[in-house]
């Protein structure tokens, strides 16, 4: 199995506050990338990264931010966390345009 | 941007029968993969296939990139089989997975 960790696993927090989601790859590859999973969407991508300080907008960007100052650690903010970004979270890696790998998921509840 | 759709959504199978599950893409990609989700919530990469066969025990897959569609097979269904299968695209340069809603297998022993 690829060498990615999600952290934390399980989180709730309350309505306004903000929250980080931390993702950990020990591959050194290039590309990772944050996914929300949702019960009749299948997953949607809401940031990516291709390198160092080098992130894009995915599908679902509105309300995250992300931050990649080095190469195995890819942080998600929710700078203030509403309802709708209650979800299942996953972090996924690949070396190029090759197969991603995911994490295991962070299930984040907003209450 | 690409559309993938995933049929059927929903398929019960008794212990020891076989499936076919159907992705469809709206337009040519450089990359696809089949994932199970198990019961657990873990995405477990199946198959990386943009185009071709590819088996692997029980499973197998196949890509017809020209006609835009790709098949899993699942032969002698086992219950831990069961989860829900997702199909992913990329378009070429896109560099950006998008999935299919998924097929939801159940096997009943």
């Known amino acids: 199995d690829a060498g990615i960790t999600q952290s934390p696993r399980h989180k709730v927090t309350e309505t306004g506050t903000p929250v980080t989601l931390r993702c950990h790859q020990t591959e050194n590859h290039r590309y990772m990338y944050w996914y929300r999973q949702d019960p009749g969407h299948g997953l949607r991508l809401i940031h990516y990264?291709?390198?160092?300080?080098?992130?894009d907008k995915g599908e679902v960007s509105d309300g995250y931010s992300v931050s990649r100052s080095k190469t195995e650690d890819f942080l998600l903010t929710l700078e203030s966390a509403t309802s709708s970004q209650t979800s299942v979270y996953f972090c996924?890696?690949?070396?190029?345009?090759?197969?991603?790998?995911f994490g295991p998921g962070t299930r984040l509840t907003v209450t | 941007g690409i559309q993938v759709e995933q049929s059927p959504p929903d398929l019960i199978l008794q212990e020891g029968a076989n499936s076919t599950l159907r992705c469809n893409f709206s337009?040519?990609?450089?990359?696809l993969q089949w994932f199970h989700q198990n019961p657990w919530g873990q995405l477990i990469n199946l198959f990386y296939?943009?185009?071709g066969t590819k088996q692997n025990g029980r499973l197998s897959a196949t890509t017809v990139a020209t006609e835009r569609y790709s098949l899993l097979y699942i032969s002698s269904s086992q219950t831990t089989d069961s989860g829900v299968y997702f199909c992913?695209?990329?378009?070429?340069?896109?560099?950006?997975?998008?999935f299919g809603k998924g097929t939801k297998l159940t096997v009943n022993p």
């Open positions: 990264s291709y390198g160092v300080k080098d992130t």
């Open positions: 296939i943009p185009s």
């Open positions: 992913a695209v990329e378009r070429g340069g896109s560099e950006k997975l998008v």
């Open positions: 996924a890696i690949s070396e190029s345009v090759s197969e991603q790998y």
């Open positions: 337009d040519s990609v450089n990359n």
